[in-house]
Each structure stands twice: as structure tokens, then as C-alpha cells.
């Protein structure tokens, strides 16, 4: 039950229009604006060669889009 909460629609709208809110602010507020803890975290990619602290490093290899845990697992774990 809990895999089809999390990938249900309702918590891609959720995220789509927190991104936007957050993406509509002065670049001066967008660092304190992205959550730090809990289960959605966000960073800020000013250079890519440089990853944020506490950015999983598999995460910049991501093409920007919504993933579930399954597409993660496989990010996170490239097959041999």
C-alpha cells in the first residue's frame, strides 16, 4: 500500500507545484528555501562539477523528471 502512495498522482502534483513555487523565487532565497531533511530534500546545482553537500553523487547523473524508488535503485546500482 504505501509503494502505490508514493507513486500516486496526487504526490507528483504535489512536487511539480512546490518545485515551481520554489523555482519562482530571487536566486538569493532558493538555497533556504529547499528542504535540507526528511523525505524530500532538494539542492542547488550552481556548478556541476562541484555536487551540493549531502547530494547523492548518482542524483547528477539524472536527467531532470519524477522516478520511482525502483528507478532509483537502478541509478544507484548500474548492473555489472
Same mark, same amino acid.
Given at each position: 500500500?504505501?509503494?502505490?502512495?508514493?507513486?500516486?498522482?496526487?504526490?507528483?502534483?504535489?512536487?511539480?507545484?512546490?518545485?515551481?513555487?520554489?523555482?519562482?523565487?530571487?536566486?538569493?532565497?532558493?538555497?533556504?528555501?529547499?528542504?535540507?531533511?526528511?523525505?524530500?530534500?532538494?539542492?542547488?546545482?550552481?556548478?556541476?562539477?562541484?555536487?551540493?553537500?549531502?547530494?547523492?553523487?548518482?542524483?547528477?547523473?539524472?536527467?531532470?523528471? $519524477? $522516478?520511482?524508488?525502483?528507478?532509483?535503485?537502478?541509478?544507484?546500482?548500474?548492473?555489472?
Amino acid at each position: 500500500m504505501s509503494q502505490e502512495l508514493i507513486e500516486a498522482p496526487i504526490w507528483k502534483q504535489l512536487l511539480t507545484l512546490s518545485t515551481q513555487s520554489i523555482a519562482h523565487l530571487p536566486v538569493a532565497e532558493l538555497q533556504s528555501a529547499l528542504p535540507t531533511d526528511g523525505p524530500v530534500q532538494g539542492w542547488l546545482v550552481s556548478d556541476p562539477a562541484r555536487l551540493p553537500a549531502g547530494m547523492p553523487a548518482f542524483f547528477a547523473a539524472l536527467a531532470p523528471g $519524477y $522516478y520511482g524508488e525502483g528507478d532509483l535503485e537502478a541509478a544507484r546500482d548500474p548492473p555489472f
